[in-house]
């Protein structure tokens, strides 16, 4: 619950910037789509490069709290850094210290959450702390949206106040949240050999999976614009877009997070994806309008609810206690790794084609890898038993 509530606080204040940033780049700074969507390669992918790093730092020194708190600490300076900066290569060299903090951070986090949890209820402990983490989520583009109400343009207030939450998450992970080891006990070195043996193996199936369907996800920047494009929502409303998923991802976090313990987790994840494509193919209709857009939001937060912990849940299972961290950090750096490749490519395509034409070309191809990516996941979530749990099966 401590960490949840570091979660929502960081939340708030990460998606304070994350719901302008779009708009901001493209109105304000005057960015292409395909500088954008450069930037938000960046901003999907930056944070492969210590993901790694983060997980084994937390695994290696069985701290992962402080190393968790490195990261915390990153995002947060950036934010002030958001301030200065003014040309193409400043920005981006803010959003990639932000997304490096949130990848130092989210693997010893991750890990630290399995670590208290028991292993047949991983997926609802994930997410509950999805749950709280969305909550934050969709508070930070409502605080947003009153900034720039009561004060139009104002863009650095977003950036002070959104420092000013993530400062506040800081603390109480410091003071407040305990620092659990990632095994509890003395684990045997012959189990500890022969379960990274197996869960090597284990893991090559889940990774190409979800490297596959990273490739062919949009991130959320380019729906909403796509949904602006079409619809011509005012910039002042353009925050309420994340608000709508944010608030779906909410809803459904814990409910398909206990569905995937007791179906597979595996399954809940391609069905996930499905939920994605039909948000592309309402997005590129050519008319659009409330009703419609609302859909696109519910599909997109239920995409969100039935991918993100749950793969971090997945996965802890299919690892040694003492390697959770790195075991997660390694999916979630495939994930982030495809994401960047697909923002960048899909900037292209809509640099050439348009917004419409790029998306229904995205969902001919994620149509093309759910089926492959659920052939991948089939059988993984046979129960296993994970070095450090003393015999529990997930």
């Known amino acids: 619950m401590l960490l949840g509530t570091v979660s929502l606080l960081t939340d708030v204040s990460s998606e304070m910037v994350a719901s302008v940033l779009p708009l901001y780049l493209t109105a304000v700074v005057g960015l292409s789509p ?17 993901r790694i790093a983060g997980g084994y730092a937390g695994d290696r020194g069985q701290r992962p709290k402080w190393v968790a708190a ?34 130092l951070r ?34 930070g583009p409502l605080v947003a949206f009153a900034l720039l109400a009561s004060l139009p343009g ?65 991130g959320d920047g380019f729906l909403y614009l796509a949904l602006q494009d079409r619809d011509d929502f005012a910039a002042r409303w353009f925050p309420l877009l994340y608000v709508g998923t944010n608030v779906a991802y909410l809803v459904l976090a814990v409910p398909l997070g206990r569905l995937a313990d007791r179906v597979g987790r595996g399954r809940v994840l391609v069905a996930g994806h499905l939920a994605l494509l039909g948000g592309y193919l309402l997005a590129a209709l050519p008319g659009g309008g409330v009703g419609l857009t609302v859909a696109v939001l519910l599909l997109l937060g239920a ?28 999916a979630q750096t495939a994930v982030v790794l495809a994401r960047f490749a697909s923002s960048v490519l899909f900037g292209l395509a809509w640099h050439v084609q348009g917004p419409r034409p790029a998306l229904l070309l995205f969902a001919v191809l994620l149509a093309g890898a759910v089926p492959v990516a659920a052939w991948l996941l089939r059988g993984v979530d046979r129960p296993a038993v994970a070095a450090g749990d003393e015999g529990v099966a997930a």
């Open 70 to 103: 490195i990261g915390y600490g990153v995002s947060a300076l950036s934010r002030l850094a958001m301030l200065p900066a003014a040309g193409f290569a400043a920005i981006t060299a803010v959003v990639t210290a932000d997304r490096l903090g949130k990848g």
């Open 303 to 330: 995409f969100y609810a039935a991918t993100d912990g749950v793969l971090a849940a997945l996965v802890s299972r299919l690892v040694p206690a003492d390697s959770r961290g790195s075991g997660i950090a390694a």
């Open 154 to 218: 104002s863009y650095d207030s977003v950036f002070v106040v959104s420092f000013a939450f993530a400062v506040a998450g800081v603390a109480v992970l410091v003071l407040l949240v305990p620092d659990l080891p990632s095994v509890p006990g003395a684990v045997r070195a012959g189990v500890r050999r022969a379960v990274a043996q197996v869960a090597g193996t284990r893991l090559r199936r889940p990774l190409l999976a979800a490297t596959l369907l990273g490739l062919v996800t949009v």
């Open 34 to 50: 395909v500088a954008y969507g450069f930037l938000d390669g960046v901003y999907q992918g930056a944070s492969a490069l210590v």
């Open 106 to 139: 989210t693997a010893p986090r991750d890990a630290l959450i399995a670590a208290a949890s028991r292993p047949e209820l991983l997926g609802r402990a994930f997410g509950v702390h999805r749950a709280l983490d969305t909550l934050g989520a969709a508070a």
